[in-house]
């Protein structure tokens, strides 16, 4: 058999109702030659019970590892496992719209110098309540590495977006290798910038994910590090062949990462309580 165009990667740990949400969305999807691969990290709770609920489709793979990995082992057990030409990894608690694979797949085909395509968010709060659309910076079309990347660095945030919103080819991948948590919070970012030394990015302007702001949240769970891992980030790319971030860029950036970690404070203090 052929493999398929598509692997979504859902690493998952303890995701309960969130996850199979996140399942649903995913076959859901307008595009359907896609394998969804749910790779459980060894989770105490009841996922290997819910997902006899989906293993009837033969688009659905699930795994178990035999030991906990932690975020950054368990991603790069996506990596290792999925088969197709494209790779999403999609958090358990998120989900991505049911034009997505569509988008983005069709986005990619037709740009090969495009190694990976990003989307506007949604933003959801408690009972997957509507708060805000992330929107990207650029309209629909083509966006340099470069620019792409000194962006991130001059707004001091992911700006690319988070894992659901992302779609990047695996032969990219292969290249970049496997992902790296040593900057914990900037563990997708860390990676696009490490995609981009090999092409560009496509930017989609519509919101094709959406992102949950919750107690367990990792951006919640990490919370007054943000600040300070986004400027080790900035230390680590901006010399880069690839980025060459003026020092305006850094300051800039540095001095956002402060007040960027201080506005998700104040959001995540009306949004959770």
């Not at 989770?43 to 795994?63: C, F, H, M, N, Q």
């Not at 992902?179 to 990015?201: E, K, M």
């Amino acid at each position: 058999m052929s493999s398929p165009r598509v692997s979504v990667c859902i690493p998952a740990w303890c995701g309960g109702d969130f996850l199979e949400a996140a399942i649903r969305s995913v076959l859901a999807q307008t595009w359907t030659d896609f394998e969804l691969l749910v790779i459980d990290d060894c989770s105490p709770d009841d996922t290997a019970e819910r997902l006899t609920r989906y293993t009837a489709d033969p688009r659905v793979k699930y795994i178990r590892n035999s030991k906990n990995l932690g975020p950054q082992g368990n991603w790069n057990r996506c990596l290792s496992e999925a088969q197709g030409a494209y790779i999403k990894i999609l958090p358990h608690d998120d989900l991505i719209a049911p034009n997505c694979l569509e988008q983005q797949v069709k986005a990619l085909d037709t740009h090969p110098q495009a190694v990976l395509a990003f989307a506007s968010r949604s933003i959801l709060g408690k009972g997957d309540t509507p708060l805000f659309t992330k929107r990207t910076p650029w309209k629909t079309g083509p966006v340099a590495a470069r620019g792409a990347l000194r962006k991130c660095i001059r707004s001091g945030t992911n700006v690319l977006g988070e894992p659901g919103a992302v779609l990047f080819r695996r032969s990219a991948a292969e290249k970049a290798g496997t992902f790296d948590s040593s900057i914990p919070y900037v563990l997708d970012l860390d990676y696009w910038a490490r995609l981009l030394a090999y092409g560009d990015a496509w930017c989609d302007a519509t919101p094709l994910a959406s992102f949950r702001i919750s107690n367990a949240s990792w951006s919640v769970a990490i919370g007054r590090k943000q600040s300070s891992e986004f400027k080790a980030f900035i230390s680590k790319v901006a010399s880069q062949h690839h980025v060459r971030a003026s020092a305006l860029d850094i300051a800039m950036g540095q001095a956002w990462a402060s007040m960027n970690n201080l506005i998700r404070r104040i959001i995540y203090s009306f949004v959770l309580r």
